[in-house]
């Protein structure tokens, strides 16, 4: 590790810093219904929008109702990115001439970019058109990510509201997330991105000499807008299979710190989002600290995994840390600090191969997401995932005293509970059961590119990344087979909605609730001690449940570089 590194890393968490708060001012004010600057451009397009959609911003929603909304548009979504699929080659803007995607990568494809999870089995591209990518996977980008947000504000409003009866109006709430959040943020990253260099282009593919004089196509297309909204919106799916290692995703150190800042950026913003309509900044920093110290265990870890290297290689007498896989225009530290940060948030983009790091460095990415990918998590969707954790701490603080367990108010009773362990449960489920079939079937193992506790490690890492919505692979495996096509599918499903459904079924609970006044006995949630009761829990229940199995893959893989053996 170098202080060169570490001064990368440190000017990486202060500008996050700085933005939490007035990004999470701005966003409370949208759903607030408050004026904002593009209010008047917006309101006329907000309210007509409502009148095609048939509701109004005055109309609430029951919480099963704003679930059942939620559920339909997805279902509509999942349609509509198959069909785009399936009918290419027949569809307009194809200039390459991609022909129909097979019918189980484009099920796995169409679940992936709805989910917020966009994990590839494809390169993208030698298999997308143009209008896929943008009608198709582009759009999914977006409204996945603003269903996302959508849910993480009705979850708010269930602590912020009192004997109520509604959570929301999801159509509103998507609507909202679309015009004043995600479109303006990525069309200032967009010019910023053709600025530092991204193509956004329609025009046809180009074929060049090489310096040997062989022919070459270099793939071109609508670049730069897609990776705008697949970091803000932390989906990750590339246009290019290299991801954000390509040149023409991610070319230089100024456009690798937007990537890494767009990330991070509304997920970290939604703890202050929190804070503000609960009436208590400071409840919001509490959750945002303990994100933020799981966030620099990683990164510590991961820098200093991949800074030491692997002994067998200094043992030949060449010095230096593990550079395979990794871009030399980034390096080792920022290389490290995006792979921290794509896997505690749930986006896919990488600008290094996780395969190619070391044991100890490569576990960090996998602990990320089997976490529940809480450490900022997906827009949205780490926001109401850490919340389950909260449940669960306040919970166990409860128990230790002899008290009905309370939160901002709010008695936390056996319903909550429940619905909370079935949110965090749901997700070891589909990460280590179809991990445990997938290395017995033998046409599972016939897709692994490597033996012994590596192999074993891509096969794990394939299932928590679908199931925690995050979409990187550890790289090895050939993923574009019938078995992981539809069982990484259904990982990504369980992972999704149901964590969704439980979250918005607290929320609709705790609206309807009255507010306690604090008292003596409350446990106090917006200091140090609940940010580590919260982070403990968080790390309690991630070891128990998952330790096994890091420790047959990537903690063996470790102790056997240490006495000499690779894989």
Same mark, same amino acid.
Request: with cysteine; hydrophobic share 55%.
């Given at each position: 590790m170098t202080i060169n590194g570490w001064i990368q890393i440190l000017v990486y968490c202060g500008i996050l810093l700085l933005l939490v708060k007035p990004l999470g001012g701005y966003i409370h004010r949208v759903f607030s219904g408050d004026r904002t600057f593009l209010s008047p451009v917006l309101v006329p397009i907000e309210r007509g929008l409502y009148l095609l959609a048939g509701t109004s911003e005055k109309e609430e929603q029951h919480w099963a109702i704003y679930a059942t909304g939620m559920l339909l548009f997805n279902l509509a979504g999942f349609l509509v990115l198959y069909a785009l699929q399936r009918l290419q080659g027949a569809l307009p803007y194809n200039p390459a001439g991609m022909t129909a995607i097979e019918a189980g990568l484009a099920f796995n494809t169409a679940v992936s970019f709805v989910t917020n999870t966009n994990w590839q089995n494809y390169g993208g591209e030698s298999t997308m058109s143009y209008l896929v990518q943008m009608a198709g996977l582009t759009v999914q980008n977006f409204v996945s990510a603003a269903s996302g947000i959508a849910i993480a504000i009705a979850l708010i409003r269930g602590f912020a509201r009192a004997s109520g009866r509604s959570i929301g109006n999801f159509w509103v709430d998507l609507t909202r997330t679309m015009l004043y959040v995600?479109? $303006? /943020?990525?069309?200032? @990253?967009?010019? +910023? &991105? #053709?600025? #530092?260099g991204m193509p956004q282009t329609l025009g046809p &593919?180009?074929?060049? =000499? =090489?310096?040997?004089? +062989?022919?070459? %196509?270099i793939a071109l297309g609508p670049v730069a807008s897609q990776v705008a909204i697949k970091m803000l919106g932390t989906n990750g799916g590339g246009f290019f299979n290299a991801n954000a290692a390509h040149p023409f995703e991610? $070319?230089?150190? *100024?456009?690798?710190?937007?990537?890494? /800042?767009?990330?991070?950026?509304?997920?970290?913003?939604l703890t202050n989002v929190f804070g503000r309509?609960?009436?208590?900044?400071?409840?919001?920093?509490?959750?945002?600290?303990?994100?933020? *110290?799981?966030? @620099?265990i990683g990164v510590t870890v991961c820098y200093w995994a991949e800074a +030491?290297?692997? !002994?067998? #290689?200094? +043992? /030949?007498?060449?010095?230096?840390?593990?550079?395979?896989?990794k871009e030399t225009r980034f390096g080792i530290a920022l290389s490290a600090l995006f792979a921290v940060i794509t896997t505690a948030a749930s986006c896919g983009a990488v600008n290094a191969m996780h395969d190619s790091f070391t044991a100890l460095g490569g576990m960090i990415p996998l602990i990320n997401m089997q976490l529940g990918e809480v450490i900022v998590g997906g827009v949205g969707a780490g926001f109401y995932g850490i919340v389950m954790f909260v449940v669960v701490a306040v919970f166990v603080a409860g128990l230790m005293v002899g008290r009905t367990p309370e939160y901002l108010g709010k008695k936390i009773e056996a319903k909550e509970v429940k619905m909370a362990m079935l949110a965090i449960l749901c997700l070891p489920f589909a990460m280590l059961v179809f991990t445990a079939i997938a290395v017995v079937l033998p046409s599972a193992v016939a897709s692994m590119a490597n033996g012994g506790p590596h192999g074993f490690a891509e096969v794990l890492y394939a299932y928590t990344s679908a199931a925690a919505n995050n979409g990187s692979a550890?790289?090895?495996?050939?993923?574009? =087979? !019938?078995? &992981?096509?539809? %069982?990484?599918?259904?990982?990504?499903?369980?992972?999704?909605?149901? *964590?969704?459904? !439980?979250?918005?079924?607290?929320?609709?609970?705790?609206?309807?609730?009255?507010?306690? $006044?604090a008292s003596a006995g409350t446990f106090p949630t917006d200091g140090t001690l609940f940010v580590g009761l919260l982070v403990g829990v968080i790390i309690i229940v991630g070891g128990l449940t998952f330790f096994p199995s890091l420790a047959v893959g990537p903690i063996v893989e470790h102790l056997a570089m240490i006495h000499g053996q690779t894989f």
């Open positions: 995600l479109l $303006p /943020l990525c069309i200032v @990253l967009t010019l +910023a &991105y #053709v600025w #530092v &593919y180009v074929d060049a =000499t =090489t310096l040997e004089g +062989a022919k070459q %196509t991610n $070319p230089d150190a *100024v456009s690798n710190l937007i990537q890494m /800042l767009s990330i991070f950026a509304i997920g970290a913003a309509m609960v009436g208590n900044q400071r409840q919001g920093w509490a959750i945002f600290a303990s994100m933020g *110290v799981l966030f @620099l +030491a290297g692997n !002994p067998l #290689v200094h +043992a /030949l007498g060449i010095d230096g840390g593990n550079m395979e896989g550890f790289g090895g495996l050939s993923g574009n =087979t !019938p078995w &992981y096509n539809i %069982t990484l599918g259904l990982g990504m499903l369980m992972g999704r909605f149901l *964590v969704i459904i !439980p979250a918005l079924a607290i929320a609709g609970s705790l609206a309807a609730k009255k507010t306690v $006044p």
